[in-house]
């Protein structure tokens, strides 16, 4: 295990004014997307469209990144380039999702624990054969009532590190995916609170694997008010819980934050990260890790149909474009009207 080269690809992810690309929706996820466009989901289908994504003009200025479903990095472009090489020749990084998704936690009505843990070494080998050089475990944390237990908390901590771990000994950069979700109708201080003791849980279990921290990267929930809360937070409210959060459980050697997007709009969750990055200097590089906020505007623009193709990546050039702009605090309205 090198951690040196962990540590320079974990910088390379949070490179300033890039962020990563999350491409790594499941068969059936993908599938629900395309079924609202009345589009079959066949392998020729997701590949033809990840094609899209991975070949619209200009959008290694502003992605350092790719996460990629198991599926897709065994795929190639329309031109016979395998997508890991065709990422990494374009000086992108390609990466993977690894976990099996979530699963019911037995003896806990509703709350889940993400498996996959079982054969990961050995995929994680396979996969970095295939040119991965990142990867990535989601947890899921649920709020409502008697919810989360700490059981829940615990467990998936527990296997967000085991796989961070076993990432390196790989040679692969863990992507630490433990996400508060935005279900519900919670307020933005439960979302604090939760938030909280999970990042504390995650971190303890870390060190506990002698996870390097250097050479890996966070990818956490913003802390924000559920979807169906009465009363929602302000977007500088969000800015500001969120850093607070952040400063009190993140320790300064990791080398960046990549947020996750959850049920955010495409359009406020750029907003929120502008705002997030104009609160003064910070240890950690503060990225986005986005799928739904880069990728919803694109499939509404290509809507299965090939003469799309080219609106529909001029979509994702648009939302990276912005999102690169929100990393440095200088994101404005008027990208979007201007565009």
């Known amino acids: 295990m090198n951690f040196n ?32 466009m009345n589009t079959d989901s066949t392998e020729e289908s997701r590949r033809a469209y990840r094609d899209l994504l ?3 003009p200009g959008m290694d200025e502003f992605i350092s990144g790719v996460i990629m479903y198991d599926e897709t990095l065994r795929q190639s472009t329309a031109g016979g380039v395998p997508f890991p090489k065709h990422l990494a020749d374009l000086g992108v990084i390609p990466g993977i999702k690894v976990d099996k998704g979530a699963k019911s936690l037995a003896g806990y009505d509703g709350e889940t624990i ?3 843990l079982d054969g990961l070494r050995e995929r994680l080998d396979e996969y970095r054969e295939l040119g991965a050089l990142f990867a990535k475990w989601r947890a899921v944390i649920k709020i409502a009532d008697n919810m989360p237990s700490t059981s829940c908390i615990s467990t998936n901590a527990h296997a967000l590190a085991r796989y961070a771990a076993l990432c390196q000994e790989a040679g692969i950069v863990p992507i630490v995916e433990p996400e508060v979700l935005m279900d519900g109708d919670h307020d933005i201080d439960a979302c604090e609170e939760i938030t909280s003791d999970v990042l504390n849980a995650v971190f303890n279990e870390l060190y506990l694997q002698g996870v390097e921290l250097e050479g890996m990267i966070l990818k956490p929930n913003m802390i924000i008010s559920a979807t169906n809360c009465p009363e929602q937070a302000s977007q500088q409210e969000v800015a500001e819980a969120t850093v607070r959060c952040l400063k009190h459980f993140v320790p300064a050697s990791v080398p960046g934050i990549a947020f996750l997007s959850g049920g955010q709009s495409a359009e406020i969750a750029t907003q929120h990260l502008n705002l997030i990055n104009n609160l003064g200097s910070l240890p950690w590089a503060l990225s986005f890790s986005y799928g739904r906020a880069l990728q919803q505007p694109v499939l509404q623009a290509w809507g299965g149909k090939a003469e799309n193709v080219e609106a529909a990546m001029k979509a994702l050039y648009h939302r990276a474009r912005c999102n690169s702009a929100a990393r440095d605090g200088k994101y404005s309205t008027e990208m979007e009207q201007a565009a």
């Open 114 to 116: 993400t498996e996959g």
């Open 5 to 36: 080269s962990l540590n320079e690809i974990a910088l390379a992810m949070v490179a300033p004014g890039k962020g990563i690309l999350a491409a790594d929706e499941s068969t059936g996820t993908i599938g629900k997307r395309f079924q609202t």
């Open 54 to 56: 991975f070949s619209a």
